[in-house]
Structures are given as C-alpha cells and as structure tokens.
C-alpha cells in the first residue's frame, strides 16, 4: 500500500495530470470486426486527438508498413517549431483472435501501449483508442481520429465522436489537428 502510494504521487501523477485521467478501469470498446491489417497500412494523417497537449506539432501524420504477416512499421512525424521530427516504431497483433487490438511502441526499452481501431473503412478514416490502466483505480487514454487525407468533412468527425461517445469514452475534450502549411512533410 505503501509503496502504490508513493508510486502514484512520485511517478504517475505528473504523467497522468498531463494526460485526462478518468476514475475506474478501462473501458472495453467494441472494435472494428474482422479487421485486415493489410487494408489498413500506408499513410494516415490525424485529424484530431484526445487530450490536449500544451506543446504541440502540426501537420502530424504516420506511416504504417507491413514487417510480416500480424506486424509493422510505424513511421510518425510532424512539424514542432518549424522542423520536421520523425519517430520510428513497431506495432503487433497481440492476439490473433483480435485482429484490430494492435500494440505500439516508439522504443526498444518501452512495453507496447494498446493501440486499438474501434472502427475504419480503410480509404477514408479510422478511428483508434488506447486506454492504460494505473492500479485500477482510474486509467488513461487517449483517441484519435485518422484521415487518409489532411482533412475531413465535419459530419464524418461527428459520426466518429458519436461511436467513440457510444463506447464511453468521453470525447468531448477532443481537439483538432492542425494540418495547414505541411508542405516540409515526406
Ligand atoms: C511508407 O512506408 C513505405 C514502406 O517503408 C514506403 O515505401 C513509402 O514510401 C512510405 N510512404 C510515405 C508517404 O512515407
């Protein structure tokens, strides 16, 4: 008990105060059926995200590319103060039977974080949520919302906070991506 509390004061408050923490477990949203990893790869650009972060990059957009047959390459970049940063991962399917519970990690020392698409189409827009548990006691996530384009139309970022709202994730701190003047992209 000692130790939990000296954990969460210590180490996981500044990261969650960050972040939007909600009080309980994760929530357990329903994925997108029979998901086809391969359909999904390529290019994505973020529309819009959960949460809000103070410093932010622009023109944020990643790269998905097939290592094997339930693998990837994640390639993300995005323009922070006027230069083009990249960061390189890797993604898995965790379990076969769960296609679209994907796990991403942007380095060799971090365990993956879930990465999971709620819902996609493959040409137009996806939707991904990852969620971490602290204790039990409340969790984290975080939602996006993917374009294969830079932007798209107000009703499809509606239908898309309706689906996340209808899995009890609270979207309503959602903000927009900004996607102007990205020409310095790959
Ligand atoms: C995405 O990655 C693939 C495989 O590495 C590469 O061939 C392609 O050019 C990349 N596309 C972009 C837009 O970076």
């Known amino acids: 008990m000692q130790l939990s509390f000296i954990l969460v004061f210590v180490f996981i408050l500044p990261i969650v105060r960050a972040q939007v923490p909600h009080w309980g477990p994760c929530p357990e949203p329903a994925v997108q059926p029979a998901f086809t990893l391969k359909q999904f790869m390529g290019r994505w650009f973020e529309i819009a995200k959960l949460p809000a972060q103070f410093e932010k990059g622009r023109c944020i957009e990643t790269n998905f590319s097939l ?84 932007t798209l139309p107000d009703s499809t970022i509606e239908k898309a906070k309706d689906i996340f709202a209808g899995n009890n994730i609270d979207v309503s701190r959602m903000i927009p991506s900004r996607q102007e003047g990205c020409d310095k992209t790959l």
């Open 67 to 150: 290592t094997s047959e339930n693998s990837i390459r994640v390639v993300s970049s995005e323009i922070l103060k006027g230069d083009l940063r990249k960061i390189e991962g890797t993604g898995v399917i965790e379990d076969l039977k769960n296609p679209a519970k994907l796990g991403i990690s942007y380095s060799y020392v971090l365990p993956y974080t879930p990465y999971w698409i709620l819902s996609t189409d493959y040409v137009n827009s996806a939707l991904v949520y990852s969620c971490t548990d602290v204790l039990r006691l409340f969790h984290v996530d975080f939602a996006w919302i993917l374009g294969r384009t830079r």
